[in-house]
Antibody
Framework: EVQLVESGGGLVQPGGSLRLSCAAS????????MNWVRQAPGKGLESVSA????????FHSDSVKGRFTISRDNSKNTLYLQMNNLRADDTALYYC???????????WGQGTLVTVSS | DIQMTQSPSSLSASLGDRVTITCRAS??????LNWYHQKPGKAPELLIY???NLQSGVPSRFSGSGSGTDFTLTISSLQPEDFATYYC?????????FGGGTKVEIK
């Protein structure tokens, strides 16, 4: 059974940093593109970042480019999102998702909540 | 970025009803369109990928159609577990943008 378990969320002040993690199991992690998608409270879905199977190629949305960095450790079956210079509008539930966008995101974690507030 | 517009933003329907949700892209995305639904307090789930392909394990009452800029998700006979918010997502280019959602409620 595929499992994606996010962690690392919490309350942080504007300008602060957090690192999210997503522990994957139940599939060959190194064979899949992985992604972060976020959802602000009561709002819709927004693609944040994606990383290819090897980690060699990454994508970041314009809203987080230069502040967030996606990475992965295939030896640990873990996906990361380093979030720096956080802003109030980064407040959201952050989901880890499996799969290339062309195939659809077939599995989602339960999400980890990031709250940016003073 | 490619903009995705869903309609309606919400609808009320009864059990057994046929429900149709539309999604329009701001430019052609050929058939690169995915559909998800999200139940309250839960993560989204993939229903349809590449416009018309049913994800494994998804009931056959769900179907998708369309190409270019106009797409449709149809639920042939609404069931209790289908009351949720539905999102389309273009997968043609980065960033893979989502529509604003369609909330399906009980009439």
């Amino acid at each position: 059974e595929v499992q994606l378990v996010e962690s690392g969320g919490g309350l942080v002040q504007p300008g602060g940093s957090l690192r999210l993690s997503c522990a994957a199991s139940g599939f060959t992690f190194s064979s899949y593109t992985m992604n972060w998608v976020r959802q602000a409270p009561g709002k819709g879905l927004e693609s944040v970042s994606a990383v290819t199977e090897s980690g060699g190629d990454t994508f970041h949305s314009d809203s987080v480019k230069g502040r967030f960095t996606i990475s992965r450790d295939n030896s640990k079956n873990t996906l990361y999102l380093q979030m720096n210079n956080l802003r109030a509008d980064d407040t959201a539930l952050y989901y880890c998702t499996k799969g290339h966008r062309r195939d659809g995101y077939s599995h989602w974690g339960q999400g980890t909540l990031v709250t940016v507030s003073s | 970025d490619i903009q995705m517009t869903q309609s309606p933003s919400s609808l009320s329907a009864s059990l057994g009803d046929r429900v149709t949700i539309t999604c329009r892209a701001s430019q052609s995305i050929t058939s690169y369109l995915n559909w998800y639904h999200q139940k309250p307090g839960k993560a989204p789930e993939l229903l349809i990928y590449a416009a018309s392909n049913l994800q494994s394990g998804v009931p056959s009452r769900f179907s998708g159609s369309g190409s270019g800029t106009d797409f449709t998700l149809t639920i042939s006979s609404l069931q209790p577990e289908d009351f949720a918010t539905y999102y389309c997502q273009q997968s043609y280019s980065n960033p893979p943008t989502f529509g604003g959602g369609t909330k399906v409620e009980i009439k």
